[in-house]
């Protein structure tokens, strides 16, 4: 009986050889995977391929294999943040899986870009929560540069306009991405998209009073760090804010893996504007060219590149423009 107990150190599915999130066993995938973070992407991703099979769906992780141009290729889904981000990662390297591309959707600060367009990071600034678990924080989160390549590439071969530069990554959403909580000076609720200039969210003096007890500050939060936040960050030349990429760069890099990202852009926090644009259908198939490319350049042994300026946000003819 207690040969088929479970090790606490690396836990599987009872009676099997499967990983325990994943769900899945050596051979179920192939070694080149994209990861978006919904789970319902992950079937947007299949869509462009030429064969697509759902092999495993447990709680935020989702997987689906294929073939894409001859290549066996296959996506995961990590939910939201670096903390689910690393245990895909763990459980697809130790099924043998060597090169992972991260699709997702993004907000940039940069004046610039416009929606749909596509930012590739080659490195992100660490303050996801889940890398510092792993390494000193003087560490850097970088993206693999045959990786980067790659997803250069294939933007250029789909004819998609795309930028390359550092990221912001972090475990929150609302005031870690300068977005205040609580209500506005107008007593509009915060959750929405804010302006850059949008001032700390308070509720109005006119507002009557409740006999329900309130915890924490009735002007809402909105601590001093955050109206510095993005200018810091701009100054700095950083293009984009997200919540996976540095901890999925550090995870992936101790595992010894290949890992790059590739973002849609639905937000620009200095024009103000949020909507899709077409931009995650984009990154989606830049993603599955790239992991064709790579899997081409493994294969002759030698890496191949067509770059131009044409299509690159901040590039010469796009500054000139």
């Not at 599987?12 to 990983?19: F, I, L, N, R």
């Not at 977005?179 to 509720?203: F, H, K, Q, W, Y």
């Not at 620009?268 to 990154?283: C, F, M």
Request: charged share 25%.
């Amino acid at each position: 009986m207690m040969s088929n107990l479970n090790k606490a150190s690396a836990p599987t599915v009872d009676g099997t050889e499967k990983v325990y999130h994943l769900q899945l066993a050596a051979g179920d995938v192939p070694k080149y995977m994209i990861l978006p973070g919904a789970p319902e992407r992950t079937l947007v991703i299949a869509k462009d391929w030429d064969e697509a099979k759902e092999v495993a769906s447990y709680r935020e992780f989702k997987t689906v294999t294929g073939k894409y141009k001859g290549v066996d290729i296959g996506t995961t889904s990590t939910g939201i943040g670096a903390a689910s981000s690393e245990i895909a990662i763990h459980e697809l390297s130790t099924l043998g899986v060597h090169t992972l591309i991260r699709v997702g959707t993004t907000g940039v600060i940069q004046p610039e870009y416009d929606l749909g367009d596509l930012v590739i990071n080659t490195a992100a600034y660490r303050k996801d929560g889940t890398s510092d678990t792993y390494i000193d924080p003087a560490y850097p989160a970088a993206a693999d540069e045959v990786v980067t390549m790659a997803l250069m590439q294939a933007c250029e071969n789909l004819g998609y306009r795309y930028g390359v530069g550092v990221g912001y990554t972090v475990g929150s959403f609302y005031i870690g991405q300068g977005r205040p909580i609580g209500r506005n000076e107008e007593g509009l609720d915060c959750g929405s998209e804010p302006a850059m200039t949008e001032r700390a969210c308070v509720i109005p003096a006119s507002e009557p009073e409740s006999s329900e007890t309130v915890y924490g500050s009735r002007e809402g939060y909105w601590p001093s760090f955050a109206d510095r936040l993005i200018p810091d960050l701009q100054s700095a030349g950083v293009v984009n804010i997200e919540m996976e990429a540095a901890g999925q760069f550090v995870v992936g890099r101790l595992h010894g893996l290949r890992m790059g990202a590739i973002f849609a852009v639905v937000s620009n926090r200095v024009t103000d504007k949020w909507g899709d644009a077409g931009g995650e259908e984009k990154a989606t198939k830049a993603a599955t060219e790239a992991i064709k490319i790579i899997h081409d350049w493994d294969k002759n042994g030698r890496i191949e590149l067509g770059l131009t300026d044409g299509l690159r946000v901040g590039a010469r003819n796009d500054r000139d423009r």
